[in-house]
């Protein structure tokens, strides 16, 4: 009797989520243990609410051929669109062409893929690295009066947000011959490399006047290691990119001079109304681009409201 009525439960709980919905995406994260992804998803899932689809989210672990197989099971199970936050950037290929194939709608989210001209039906969502990268620099270089020893924390070596933010830096160095780079280097967007990799130019005797991170999490572990080696605070102002919590969290204390914010729901909640769109045959850009915003000090508790 009772498992008879959990069934009878569980057939109520599918029809009544088959009512709400209008439409089933899937939706494939490169890794749902990274903080800014968890934050695109939580806002994908939010947004999929806000417009009655029926949103299902599958975790990539970072490894493109299951996120390839991921992306083949939405398409045999018929959801209306796709959506993907790529593991890699350069493998995006074989997931266009098999949606193409199907007939269904497919939107990347957060990384945008490498090739320079999308399918048609194809669409990205994401932010412009060159951009963060530029503001960055604009604003350290401000602060170093224009000379000075400064070092470049990288993220993944194969990813563009790397290249990009990598780009927009040295594109703004061209414009302040008295800046120079004594030291760049990959900390793979962790905070402990970063934090180990400063900790190492320190020991080094490596001349440090400013930092620009590649994101947030490795700013703030050459915070830490700055303060380890007995630097005050704020004493060599360091950047960084993402401005989720913990990031303005650490302007505030005075780890960091400031940050870059790369809006995670303004993201989750394009890809969505460009994948419903796309659904109900309606025109969409096939590049949207959510701008970034430089944060300083001042601007804290604004930017903290996103999170609230």
């Not at 197989?69 to 398409?75: G, K, L, T």
């Not at 963060?132 to 270089?141: E, I, N, P, V």
């Not at 401000?142 to 780009?167: H, P, S, V």
């Not at 934090?195 to 050459?222: F, R």
């Amino acid at each position: 009797m009772r498992k008879c009525l959990l069934l009878v439960a569980s057939l109520l709980l599918l029809a009544s989520q088959a009512s709400w919905a209008d439409y089933r995406i899937g939706v494939t994260i490169a890794r749902v243990d990274d903080n800014f992804m968890t934050y695109v998803r939580t806002g994908l899932e939010a947004a999929g609410r806000q417009q009655h689809v029926q949103v299902q989210v599958q975790d990539a672990q970072g490894d493109v051929v299951r996120q390839l197989d991921q992306v083949q099971s939405f398409i045999s199970q018929k959801v209306d669109a796709i959506i993907v936050l790529p593991v890699d950037t350069a493998g995006t290929t074989n997931i266009s062409r098999a949606t193409l194939a199907a007939g269904i709608p497919l939107v990347y989210v957060n990384r945008r893929p490498d090739q320079t001209d999308l399918p048609k039906d194809v669409v990205a969502v994401a932010s412009n690295d060159i951009e963060a990268g530029q503001l960055q620099m604009r604003y350290l270089a401000q602060r170093m009066g224009g000379k000075g020893n400064l070092a470049i924390i990288l993220g993944d070596l194969t990813q563009n947000a790397t290249q990009g933010r990598t780009e927009g830096v040295k594109e703004v160095l061209k414009q302040f011959p008295g800046i120079k780079v004594v030291a760049e280097q990959s900390a793979n967007w962790d905070r402990s490399k970063g934090m180990d990799l400063t900790g190492n130019w320190v020991l080094a005797g490596t001349p440090l006047d400013a930092i620009v991170a590649n994101n947030d999490e490795m700013a703030i572990g050459a915070a830490m290691a700055l303060q380890q080696a007995g630097k005050t605070a704020g004493s060599v102002p360091i950047v960084g990119v993402d401005g989720l919590p913990d990031g303005l969290a650490a302007i505030k204390s005075g780890q960091l001079a400031a940050t870059v914010f790369q809006d995670p729901k303004a993201q989750a909640d394009s890809a969505m109304d460009a994948a419903v769109k796309m659904i109900e045959g309606k025109p969409v850009e096939s590049n949207i681009w959510v701008p970034y915003q430089l944060v300083k000090p001042e601007e804290v508790a604004l930017f903290a409201a996103h999170f609230k």
